[in-house]
């Protein structure tokens, strides 16, 4: 049996982990959930606020699923061309839970202004993104959707059904792009 020197199976064990981020960084486009699915939410807090609480909901629910599927294959077709992938079950079920709880939450959780209650289930969907990613960005992200969510219902609860959604979906749409933007920059 070979004694393995402790310096050198440091080296290795650091090597792998470094490889692992980096794969991790390859497979992750945070820009792209964040244009898609902030554009999917403007368009869907405006349509509410032009349309009203039952408009909003219909929208949220119809944009949410088109912009979870065009995330999907942003990311299938990301991962083939590439030349990496990763099992996209974990995912596919972390945005059905995450759908599950923010349209129950706003059935069942009275927030004012009603769009709340949806925005808090996303940040418990995104928290648990975050740890299918190990990415702190995206822990970030999520307190950031909870805490303006939580700013607008201590600051703002009389602000009309869709307002919330609209700010959410904008700073989601311009944060993306700003990412995006930076990316294509350093590269």
Aim: proline share 4%; glycine share 10%.
């Amino acid at each position: 049996m070979a004694v393995v020197d402790a310096q050198a199976a440091r080296t290795a064990l650091t090597g792998v982990e470094d490889l692992r981020r980096t794969t991790r960084a390859r497979l992750f486009a945070l820009w792209c959930p964040m244009v898609v699915f902030g554009a999917a939410m403007l368009g869907a807090g405006v349509g509410g606020l032009a349309f009203g609480p039952s408009a909003l909901a219909l929208l949220q629910i119809s944009a949410s699923i088109l912009a979870a599927v065009i995330v999907m294959v942003f990311y299938r077709r990301r991962g083939m061309r590439i030349g990496l992938r990763r099992r996209s079950w974990p995912f596919a079920a972390v945005s059905a839970v995450g759908f599950a709880l923010s349209f129950s939450a706003a059935a069942l959780v009275p927030t004012h202004p009603a769009d709340v209650g949806p925005w808090l289930g996303a940040t418990v969907a995104c928290l648990a993104f975050a740890a299918l990613q190990r990415s702190g960005v995206v822990a970030l992200w999520a307190v950031a959707i909870g805490g303006i969510a939580a700013a607008f219902s201590a600051l703002a609860p009389t602000a009309p059904v869709g307002a919330l959604t609209s700010v959410e979906g904008g700073i989601a749409l311009a944060s993306g792009t700003a990412l995006l933007v930076l990316v294509r920059w350093r590269a």
